[in-house]
């Protein structure tokens, strides 16, 4: 690998439950960064995709699945952390409240073919209903999704392609749901400079239109910060094209916080150990922080201080509902491919650790209000050159 040199939705959730939104412990206001601190929404349309459960009190029209079995066609990293995680919580919730069965099929290994068996022994178990997600899938759905007419899927975060997305193609069965990844960086972007941080850099794997999309959010929200609070704000950008943490990643991520980078956010690739490592190393006075991206990973060290999260279980419980009441996938939804964010719930700033000490919960619940409703835009970008037009954030794209 090689390093560069370095210089300095269709609806909002307004029926969810008060009373699970006042499960989670905490209030408003800004929590000291305790690994115990949460947040609490006076806004149910905000809960916290770790928690979030669709129940039969919340819906208008009753479902009840008679033990019908829908399948979860999961990647080789499981269903026991991550995206597989997230996944596999909403599929087992909704299938708990509406008496359908959850059976899930881990692929073996990495790679299209190990995941092309997963999802055929999906197809092939007698589900109505195939749930998956990510690249290695979708790559396996463009192929297989012919082969079972009378089976139907939903695919997460991404859509049918041919190897090296050369080629795209939803068939009528296949529900396809893309997340606004603008939108989560934005939020993300917001926080770090409302907590303080002028200095920051962004860490991208291979530079693919979601990992794009993560790293200009992210330039959106701290330039709508910086005017806020009236300050200069530097942002590096890189996209490495590296797949994974390494020992070589994290030195150099430290040479970034030696500069005085006071946090690296990053997405795309497996990259946020290393962002980890290369900030516990750091003797500065000032703390050195990572922000994640897709998921909570908060729980992986306390100098994870937020992710820019995709909630998954929100719009998996939800996408199922919709299926299950159509009796399948409805005009607009077949061979479709539909666009989630705030609006819908599903992007955040987790609140079951909230780390932040200056930017408060009152101010977070604030701005994804103004976000939800579309007072705040957030402009969606594909190309790693096109960049916002920013003023108060000096961009910093090494990838020219």
């Known amino acids: 690998m090689s390093f560069p040199a ?22 408003l206001c800004s929590c000291g960064g305790q690994e115990s601190s949460s947040v609490t929404p006076d806004d149910p349309a905000m809960m916290d995709d770790s928690v979030y459960t669709l129940t039969a009190a919340q819906v208008e029209t009753p479902l009840d699945g008679d033990g019908a079995l829908i399948a979860l066609a999961a990647g080789s990293d499981g269903i026991e952390t991550g995206t597989g995680a997230a996944v596999w919580r909403g599929v087992q919730n909704f299938c ?31 589900a109505e209903l195939v749930v998956c997600y990510g690249s290695d899938l979708a790559a396996a759905l463009y192929h297989i999704q012919d082969n079972y007419p009378t089976v139907s899927y939903l695919c997460l975060d991404d859509e049918p392609h041919a190897a090296g997305y050369t080629d795209y193609r939803t068939a009528s069965n296949v529900h396809c749901v893309l997340f606004r990844e603008e939108q ?32 200009t959010g992210f330039v959106q929200g701290a330039e709508d910060a910086a005017v806020d609070l009236g300050v200069q704000v530097y942002i590096r950008i890189w996209y490495s094209s590296i797949a994974s943490s390494s020992e070589e990643l994290t030195d150099y991520v430290s040479g970034w916080f030696d500069e005085g980078f006071q946090l690296v956010m990053t997405a795309g690739g497996d990259l946020t150990e290393s962002c980890i490592e290369a900030a516990k190393r750091q003797q500065r006075a000032i703390s050195s922080y990572v922000i994640s991206s897709d998921w909570d990973q908060t729980t992986r060290d306390e100098t994870v201080l937020t ?28 061979g479709a491919t539909e666009r989630v964010g705030a609006a819908d719930g599903a992007v955040e700033l987790p609140l079951q650790r909230w780390r932040f000490t200056r930017f408060t919960g009152a101010e977070y619940q604030e701005i994804y209000r103004r976000l939800r409703t579309g007072e705040v835009k957030v402009e969606r970008y594909a190309d790693t050159t096109d960049l916002p037009v920013t003023h108060n954030v000096t961009v910093d794209l090494k990838n020219k």
């Open 96 to 126: 708990q409240n509406f008496n359908f069965t959850a059976q899930a099929f881990v692929a073996q290994e990495q790679g299209t073919d190990a995941a092309a068996e997963a999802l055929r022994s999906a197809a092939e178990s007698g």
């Open 307 to 334: 992710a820019a999260v995709k909630c998954y279980s929100t719009v998996v419980q939800n996408q199922l509902y919709d299926f299950w009441c159509a009796g399948g996938w409805d005009q607009d939804s077949a």
């Open 6 to 27: 370095t210089n300095f939705k269709k609806k909002i959730f307004s029926l969810l439950s008060l009373l699970l939104a006042l499960a989670l412990a905490a209030s």
């Open 184 to 215: 989560a960086g934005y939020l993300a972007g917001y926080a770090a400079v409302r907590e303080g941080n002028t200095s920051m850099a962004f860490l991208g794997g291979q530079p693919l239109p979601g990992v794009v999309r993560y790293a």
